[in-house]
């Protein structure tokens, strides 16, 4: 009896925790959900490896990046440190692998969101993407 008490007990407190694994510690949740054409002229940087584009969208607008042809991740431009600042957001390094923080500096991993250098502690809010060889779908 106690072994099925401790048995169910633990896996509610599995099951409440595992909710929180996209809980960002610092970045706000804001709905995001659009569509875009890569294809299309108007976002031609896009129809390259290594190709981005600002949106507007989420807490301090979107950034998508292109890895490779079926790949394209998306991130929220509010830096995990000073996100809540006047004039915080995230610009494309000129590196092109890289997000820079326009007041704190803090440099971001473009393929992962992750923390390369500077005060920001945590990833950035990453967003989901789904293409289909003809559209691209930005979502969370």
């Known amino acids: 009896m ?3 008490l401790f ?6 407190v599995l099951f409440f925790t595992a909710c929180d694994l996209n809980y960002h510690q610092t970045i706000p949740y804001k709905k995001v959900d659009f569509v875009i054409y890569p294809n299309d002229p108007q976002y031609y940087r896009l129809n390259t490896y290594g190709g981005y584009e600002y949106f507007t969208g989420g807490i301090s607008g979107i950034v998508v990046y292109r890895v490779d042809e079926w790949t394209f991740v998306a991130y929220d431009r509010s830096c995990s440190y000073d ?8 610009k494309m390094h000129p590196s092109n692998i890289m997000l820079i923080d326009s007041l704190c500096g803090s440099l971001y991993n473009i393929l992962d ?3 390369i250098s500077g ?10 993407t789904r293409y289909d060889g003809y559209q691209l779908r930005v979502y969370n």
Not at 119 to 128: G, Q, S
């Open 83 to 90: 996100w809540e600042e006047n004039g915080s957001w995230l």
């Open 2 to 4: 106690k072994q099925r």
């Open 119 to 128: 005060p920001a502690k945590w990833p950035l809010r990453e967003y989901r």
């Open 113 to 115: 969101g992750t923390v």
């Open 7 to 12: 048995a169910t007990v633990l896996l509610t």
